[in-house]
């Protein structure tokens, strides 16, 4: 009797925060895991980690900017291990500001990261997937990304995109057994203030206080997004407040963003978002 196959997933930014969580819940299951990370030293050290818990894989040193590298490591994994079952879309970078305050260089970057490089990722992987007779992707995006915060215009505008792209590859796939899920969190521990980009202090001293005050772990949010996929679930929100936000604005869209901007415009707004965000409320 052959021993059933090992399933496989590539997940990229695996060297920290949300991509290693992944990789070491998957590790648990036994799988054989593709960890993708520009720092290859935090890959191999999620790598280890990965085998202690169960689970193989390799490291695949890559930047994802650049379309024709990813391609590459596409075909790398499709050639080493014939399928893989989950690709898991999660590097990410974060850039905070005014309109008209942010350098067009930080917007680019911003985009690059976030944006092209979950497209170039299912660009890549998709035919593959088709040709092999299936698979599931999961789109890491952001509750930013249907909230809209101000002064938080480039992040909201890559995520607002990732969400769309994956609502539209829901349909698209559907026919060819692709399940897709875009998980949309707020905040949460993740190493993503490592690289923050802002322009003024509050963009800071408010994604730092919300960073400190989260009340749900990588680990978690690796969890949910994970059982989110496995039921073939189009969106994974894995706080109450991210899908508070949600409803409300699919409800109340007008209101819901004068609401937001009557509060941002009050003296007492942005206290009021850092008195939220130290008690982890976003």
Sequence with gaps: MTEPKKKTAVITGAASGLGRAMSLVLAEQGWEIGMVDLDEAGARETLELAQKKGGRGKVYPLDLSSEKDMARMAAHFFESWDRIDLLVNNAGVAVA???????????????Q??????????????????????????????????????????YNVTKAGVISLSETLHAELAPEGIGVTVVCP?????????????????????????????????????????????????????????????????????????????????????????????????
Aim: glycine residues 8%; positive net charge; contains cysteine.
């Design 113 to 154: 990261n976030n944006l092209w490089s979950v497209i170039y990722g299912c660009h890549s992987f998709i035919p593959w997937m088709k040709r092999r007779g299936g698979g599931r992707i999961i789109n890491i995006a952001s509750g930013a990304g249907v909230v809209s915060f101000p002064e938080m215009a480039p």
């Design 97 to 111: 500001g005014i309109v008209g305050d942010i350098s067009p260089k930080n917007w680019q970057w911003q985009l």
């Design 186 to 282: 707020l905040f949460f521990k993740t190493n993503l203030i490592d690289t923050f980009r802002f322009t003024h202090e509050f963009q800071k001293e408010f994604f730092e206080a919300n960073f400190a005050g989260a009340r749900i772990t990588s680990e978690r949010v690796a969890r949910l997004a994970l059982r989110a996929a496995g039921k073939n679930k189009l969106y994974c929100f894995p706080q109450l407040s991210s899908k508070i936000f949600w409803l409300f604005k699919r409800l109340f869209p007008g209101f819901f963003h004068r609401i937001l901007a009557s509060i941002y415009h009050r003296k007492w707004g942005k206290p009021l978002f850092l008195w939220m965000a130290r008690r982890g409320l976003f």
